[in-house]
């Protein structure tokens, strides 16, 4: 295995480990024994494990983003079913064996200070679904697209959180009942500017 190959399988094997049992719970021992690495490649690779954090949020943001994109605008061919389609790609993600909620939430939760750099991944991730969103409204002829956008993603969270705690897809289709009845007010009212949360 090349010395890039070894070190995405040491993120990979982190990311996984990390989603399941939380960051302060996994230590770097389990890291090394489930990734089959001696403790001084690991530490070739990440000078600490808050660096491997980092990085394997980073790594993480890179493949959600093109696969939960990718989901979006495979299951409609309209601007307008892209918009709902939001939330059948969160479906399909909430059903996924896999699915530990949000791995930026999570990271959130257990890190308080406001200057950790994880909250600073988080937040730029978080910026750039509420982004992501908004265009999906601006492509669909909202009106109010910063406005509604804000309220997808606040629908978006709720129901990653819903179903993180309940254990099924269930929210997801609730919260694209909601959705519907949000894009279908936006593109029926007069157009005017929305605050952007960003």
């Known amino acids: 295995m090349s010395i890039q190959g070894r070190r995405d399988h040491i993120i990979e094997v982190a990311i996984k480990l ?3 049992h939380g960051f302060h719970a996994t230590g770097v021992d389990r890291i ?3 990734a ?11 000078r600490s494990k808050d660096e491997l954090i980092l990085a394997a949020l980073q790594q993480h943001d890179s493949v959600f983003r093109n696969e939960f994109m990718r989901d ?4 409609s061919n309209s601007p307008q079913g892209r918009v709902l389609a939001v939330f059948d790609a969160a479906e399909k993600w909430f059903s996924d064996q896999n699915f530990f909620g949000c791995m930026f939430v999570n990271v959130v939760g257990e890190y308080s200070d406001t200057n ?8 730029s991730f978080k910026k750039m679904i509420w982004r992501y969103i908004r265009s999906l409204c601006v492509d669909a002829g909202a009106n109010n697209p910063e406005t509604l ?5 606040l629908l978006f969270e709720g129901a990653i959180v819903t179903a993180q705690i309940n254990g099924t897809a269930v929210s997801a289709g609730v919260a694209k009942d909601v959705a519907a009845q949000l894009l279908v007010a ?3 009212a007069p157009g005017t500017t929305g605050t952007a949360t960003d």
Not at 72 to 75: A, D, G, H, R, S
Not at 116 to 123: A, H, Y
């Open 18 to 20: 990390f989603c399941k």
């Open 32 to 34: 090394m024994r489930e």
């Open 36 to 46: 089959k690495v001696s403790k001084k490649t690991l530490y070739n690779h990440f």
């Open 72 to 75: 979006v605008e495979q299951l």
């Open 116 to 123: 950790s750099p994880m909250r600073g991944v988080s937040k």
């Open 149 to 153: 956008a804000n309220q997808l993603a």
């Open 186 to 188: 936006d593109l029926a």
